[in-house]
């Protein structure tokens, strides 16, 4: 089996994880694999809001019930069933997320940092979550101390490669470009 390219990125919310994973995906044609996709899933089963709330809760609830890395057993399943040559995860948040991963050929953690000024407008201009547009500055700041966010900067630390998302697209993008670059 040929080695893959595992991208894992972690930052703070809204920082441009998914904005460096679209990317990833369009230029080197990653598969993204999604931490936050079977808590939706989930939450859509139970016709419940996919907030950030609901889904640090659920997460929080089923790691206490099944173990803190649960979510990287999954993961690190579905990586090792891609057929992909590069697989980028978006949303790395805790240590529990890389315990498997880390040991898998190929993998790589990356750090997005993001001002929390540009992050806050980010997210509210993307929507992605059912109370993003809405949200307070007080109600961002709420949500950065969540139990999912609370060990992202210590994670940072033990990143490969950091990009810096406060400039342009385009800047982020020749970020990437220049990883890839020394990866390879």
Not at 61 to 86: C, P
């Amino acid at each position: 089996m040929r080695k893959k390219l595992i991208l894992g990125l972690v930052g703070e919310i809204a920082s441009g994880k998914d904005t460096a994973a679209a990317y990833l995906k369009k230029k080197y044609g990653a598969e993204t694999i999604s931490f936050s996709q079977p808590l939706r899933d989930i939450l859509d089963i139970l016709h419940e809001p996919q907030n950030r709330i609901n889904m640090a809760g659920l997460g929080d609830g089923l790691r206490a019930q099944f173990g803190q890395d649960l979510l990287s057993k999954v993961i690190a399943k579905k990586v090792k069933a891609s057929g992909k040559a590069a697989i980028v995860l978006p949303n790395v948040r805790l240590e529990s997320d890389i315990v498997y991963l880390k040991k898998l050929p190929g993998f790589v953690l990356v750090a997005v940092e993001t001002d929390a000024k540009t992050r806050f407008q980010r997210l509210k201009e993307r929507g992605q979550n059912t109370d993003d547009r809405s949200k307070t500055w007080a109600q961002f700041q709420k949500d950065a101390r969540l139990y999912t966010e609370r060990g992202i900067r210590a994670l940072m630390k033990k990143c490969r490669f950091k990009l810096d998302n406060n400039g342009s697209r385009k800047d982020l993008e020749r970020q990437i470009n220049e990883m890839i670059r020394k990866i390879r």
